[in-house]
């Protein structure tokens, strides 16, 4: 089962909503995208991270229990969407310039190009969890703004939660996409 819950400013940007649309601006998965999901997911104690974000981070610690003590990440649900957080920008033909204050800037219609891009993401995302031995429930979130679009999934366990209930509560525009096998 499949479903998709987005804020007030999201759900305004990707009117009309169709899954089977390609995103306009990203018509296909780069390169760079298609060699994350290549490589799948590795299990870390429990948690579900991509197998190139493996050791990513040199001061954050191997073990997830570890990088969960010494960071502060609440439980797996916070490590494993810190540990799979990626700009979808990096991956996708969108300007990002520069202002004078050395900002970041994306402009609003490659900001919903990339929202597009995340259901994209979502759905591949989706397809690695399915395969495993034992398919759990995921859950895959997407966050815009004008600086940046940042991706990142989790298992979904009782009694954890990274967004919270209150979409609209975020300044930016949110899609959260959930998979129950």
Known sequence: MLTIRMNEAAASALQPLTIVDPPPAVLGLSEGLRDKFALGL???EGAWIFTDHVGQWAA???????AIAKTGWR???GY???VNAFHLEDYAPVSVT???GCQPQIDYEDQIALL???LVVADNVF???GALPEPFPARCIVSANDTCVIFRFHGIRAGEEWAGPDLDGWSDM???IDRHP
């Open 42 to 44: 590795t299990c870390n």
């Open 60 to 66: 954050v610690p191997a073990s997830a229990s570890e």
């Open 75 to 77: 439980d797996l649900t």
């Open 80 to 82: 494993e969407c810190n």
């Open 98 to 100: 520069i202002t004078d």
């Open 116 to 118: 597009r891009l995340g």
């Open 127 to 129: 397809g690695l969890m």
């Open 174 to 176: 949110m899609v959260i």
